[in-house]
């Protein structure tokens, strides 16, 4: 091997590195991070040297980002798309453009998740690699932190959160209603297009309608408001389960509610109970507007609007013909109501808002655990890359598995994982900054 003329603070570097192998022995790696000291630039050069650096750690990670990113777009886009549109596409019943067309709607919402996975797995890769190359280990003999090393890194982890944030909030819940009204029309299935969505308010002329759950024509936990002049409520039915039908020729859907109970707010004010309770919405005008989001569709701003609209679609009058115990019974039953209403619509608004800081704490964990890993190996940090998106995940799904228990506050719950991850990660940063 050739003699290299070194620098005149070579000598000082050479020390440095050294003193991390005091047997003497060193791999082909380690040799490596020695010939790149061997080149580094005298004192004074440091600013030209990162810059260096940070062009190229910036476009190792650009480059795994848009990797991952593109294979977790496909692999979710599997588990989305093609179970519902590959059937009509083998038998033939439609053509591949409406194909393109619903997956295109598609990939907004599924880049909600594919980001911030992405962001994770590329901070993994690339600096397991920087890591086990000795690469970091020369940055640190001239003198370089960890932190500036990786200040282009977080600043594009918060570019990336702000492009979350808009793609979470706007554009990923109109592109999956976008995509459930082509997979109904491709489908023929009128009445799904028509229908009730479950966690929406339904206004109809002469009712306001809210339903719990709906599921293929059974519905649960049903409050209807009887409406007098479109505007004053004049009584209020209230039923666990009931059934809903969808009347093509007269365009009107029959909802047929069993074994509730209901409160007369008119001049024959009453309380009491019924074994069934007809009632036929006109959905002819909906027809042309196509469907109603279901709640988990809804953007940002029509999650606000739908908050705003609680209180006023719930009224609490008070009745001279209802005695004091029925009167608190009501209050009571619509307060409980209205908080369930509202955890509901919380959690979504937080859940849009607390996902969108994924990728910040995601690289400032995955920064510190790529380098503490120390392998090159891609399917090490994917693996790894999907455990912590696991733990991530599961925050939430606990938070969605309590909405119907407005006490235990779920919405607060899916900011845990961010703090937590940012918590973790600014730690193990501080500690690798240190050396």
């Not at 070579?10 to 003193?19: C, D, K, L, M």
């Not at 907004?108 to 690339?126: I, R, S």
Request: glycine content about 8%; proline content about 4%; hydrophobic content about 45%.
């Amino acid at each position: 091997m050739g003699h290299t003329k070194l620098p005149a603070d070579f000598t000082v570097a050479r020390a440095s590195v050294n003193s991390f192998f005091p047997d003497g022995h060193m791999s082909g790696s380690d040799e490596r991070a020695i010939n790149c000291i061997a080149v580094w630039p005298r004192r004074g050069e440091h600013g030209v040297l990162l810059k260096t650096l940070h062009l190229y750690l910036t476009r190792q990670v650009l480059a795994a980002l848009l990797m991952t990113v593109a294979v977790f777009t496909f692999v979710l886009l599997l588990g989305n798309a093609l179970r519902e549109v590959l059937p009509l596409l083998i038998s033939g019943q439609i053509s591949p453009t409406p194909i393109m067309r619903a997956i295109g709607y598609l990939i907004p919402f599924v880049l909600v998740f594919a980001l911030p996975m992405g962001m994770l797995t590329a901070t993994l890769l690339v600096f397991g690699r920087f890591s086990a190359d000795q690469e970091l280990t020369a940055v640190r003999a001239s003198g370089i932190s960890l932190l500036s090393v990786s200040t282009p890194l977080i600043v594009l982890s918060l570019v990336l959160c702000a492009v979350s944030a808009y793609v979470n909030m706007e554009i990923g819940p109109r592109g999956r209603v976008a995509y459930k009204d082509l997979i109904a029309d491709l489908r023929g299935e009128l009445a799904n297009v028509i229908q009730l969505p479950e966690g929406r308010f339904i206004k109809d002329k002469n009712y306001i309608f809210y339903i719990g759950k709906s599921r293929k024509g059974e519905l649960q936990d049903i409050m209807v408001f009887v409406l007098k002049n479109e505007t004053n409520v004049e009584m209020t039915v209230r039923a666990p389960k009931g059934v809903f039908s969808v009347d093509l020729t007269n365009s009107v859907i029959n909802v047929t509610l069993y074994d509730g109970k209901f409160v007369s707010l008119g001049d024959n004010q009453a309380l009491g109970t019924f074994e069934s309770y007809p009632v036929v919405l006109d959905y002819s005008a909906e027809r042309q507007k196509g469907r109603k989001a279901k709640i988990d569709d809804l953007t940002f701003s029509e999650l606000r609007k739908e908050l705003k609209e609680l209180d006023r679609v719930l009224p609490l009058e008070s009745s001279a013909k209802l005695t004091a115990a029925q009167l608190k019974e009501k209050r009571q039953e619509f307060e409980k109501q209205k908080k369930n209403w509202e955890s509901l619509l919380l959690f979504q608004l937080h859940r849009q808002v607390s996902f969108s800081f994924a990728c910040f704490g995601f690289t400032l964990l995955g920064i510190p655990l790529g380098i503490r890993v120390h392998r090159r190996e891609t399917n090490v940090g994917i693996a790894l890359a999907l455990l912590l998106v696991g733990v991530y995940y599961s925050f939430i799904l606990i938070g969605q598995s309590l909405v119907g228990r407005p006490e235990f506050a779920p919405y607060l719950l899916v900011w845990a994982p961010n703090f937590l991850f940012q918590a973790v990660g600014a730690v193990l940063f501080w500690k690798a900054n240190r050396g």
